[in-house]
């Protein structure tokens, strides 16, 4: 029974020490726990805070010496939100749009030469018939 208890608390704890930290409500020691945040980044972010809370990630980029697209994803992916909303790199998502158009134009010119292979295929008589 006690082995299922401190099973319990053991993932209590991992789940919690997993959580979204809001960059709005964090305090020195929850920033210092997003890898590659140290003091240094905890105070600037803190400083800044302390002027008004952060809107958006572009807030933050702006307002924040240091933080810019690629640290803030980094920063995301390790857990940290602002206004509980993670970090959307608009380079990554216009590579994504651009490598969704070149796959749907792929599958047409496929299916395109299906069809025609189905077409040739249809006009050519069938071997027996040639004799």
């Known amino acids: 029974m006690l082995k299922r ?3 319990v608390l053991a993932l209590l704890y991992a789940a919690a020490s997993f959580a979204a930290v809001d960059v709005n ?3 020195a020691a929850d920033l210092d726990g997003i890898k ?3 003091p240094v980044m905890s105070k600037r972010i803190l400083d800044e805070r302390k002027k008004g809370d952060f809107k958006t990630w572009d807030d933050l980029m702006a307002r924040v010496k240091g933080i810019g697209s690629p640290t803030a994803a980094k920063y995301s992916a390790g857990g940290l939100t602002v206004n509980g909303s993670d970090y ?7 590579n ?5 158009v070149k796959t749907e134009k792929k599958e ?4 395109g030469q299906a069809e025609k292979k189905d077409d040739t295929a ?3 008589p069938a071997a027996s018939a040639k004799k």
């Open 5 to 7: 208890i401190l099973a």
């Open 25 to 27: 409500k964090a305090t």
């Open 36 to 38: 590659g945040i140290g």
């Open 88 to 94: 959307k790199n608009p380079a990554l998502a216009k």
């Open 96 to 100: 994504d749009d651009k490598k969704a």
């Open 108 to 111: 047409e010119k496929k299916e």
């Open 122 to 124: 249809a006009a050519k």
